[in-house]
């Protein structure tokens, strides 16, 4: 079954501490992204990679970091340093070359700060 | 930074009536893509124009990308409590580049 994979799907961490968020994807596609949605707002771009070992900051890249080892996963993290991490994370994966770019969504991470 | 801008914000409609949601670009768009997110769900994409005065349809639901490539609609004919959700546009303005979304158009059905 092709898709993406994110988890969990809860995540509760304290202030102050770092958190990890898993993507995972065997859809084959070069391109990765991740996006940050608070309550009735739209997706903001956090980090985007458009291929292994490379990565580009989105909007609102202060606080969080990436890593793109494997074509298959894009794992981000959320740092102390980022004032209100606590939303709802939305991890996506795309072919990257138009026109076949849209972009498939992970379930995504909804992360609560205490 | 390129923006992209989506109205109304919310829109609540009694089952049968027709639904709009308009999207404007700050910047001349290579391509537009709607996506559909359900309560509690991640988005979904639902199409992508690409040419100037492009118009699509998918049953009952309508795409149109404007003349010059810098606005975007989608109308849903008779809502049925299945659209329920918010809808968003993104627009990408190079080919193969990152898509900015616009703040998406929460659309309420009553049966």
């Known amino acids: 079954d092709g898709g993406i994979t994110q988890s969990p799907k809860y995540l509760f961490r304290k202030e102050g501490q770092n958190v990890t968020l898993s993507c995972e994807q065997n859809?084959?596609?070069?391109?990765m992204y991740w996006y940050r949605q608070d309550p009735g707002q739209g997706l903001r771009l956090i980090y985007y990679?458009?291929?292994?070992?490379?990565?580009q900051k989105g909007d609102i890249a202060e606080g969080y970091s990436v890593s793109r080892e494997k074509k298959e996963s894009f794992p981000l993290t959320v740092t102390s340093a980022q004032k209100n991490p606590t939303a709802f994370y939305l991890c996506?994966?795309?072919?990257?070359?138009?026109?076949?770019?849209?972009?498939?969504f992970g379930p995504g991470t909804r992360l609560t700060v205490l | 930074g390129q923006q992209v801008m989506q109205i109304p914000q919310y829109q609540h409609v009694q089952e049968g009536e027709d639904f709009t949601t308009y999207c404007n670009s700050s910047?001349?768009?290579?391509?537009i893509q709607w996506y559909k997110q359900r309560p509690g769900g991640h988005p979904v994409f639902l199409i992508q124009l690409v040419k100037s005065g492009e118009v699509k349809k998918q049953k009952r639901l309508t795409f149109q990308f404007g003349e010059a490539k810098k606005n975007s609609s989608l109308h849903i004919t008779a809502t049925q409590t299945t659209d329920v959700g918010t809808y968003f546009c993104a627009g990408e303005e190079t080919s193969g580049s990152r898509l900015t979304f616009g703040e998406g158009t929460q659309l309420t059905v009553n049966p």
């Open positions: 996506a994966s795309s072919i990257g070359q138009f026109p076949y770019n849209e972009q498939f």
């Open positions: 859809l084959n596609h070069d391109a």
């Open positions: 990679s458009q291929i292994v070992n490379d990565f």
């Open positions: 910047t001349t768009l290579s391509n």
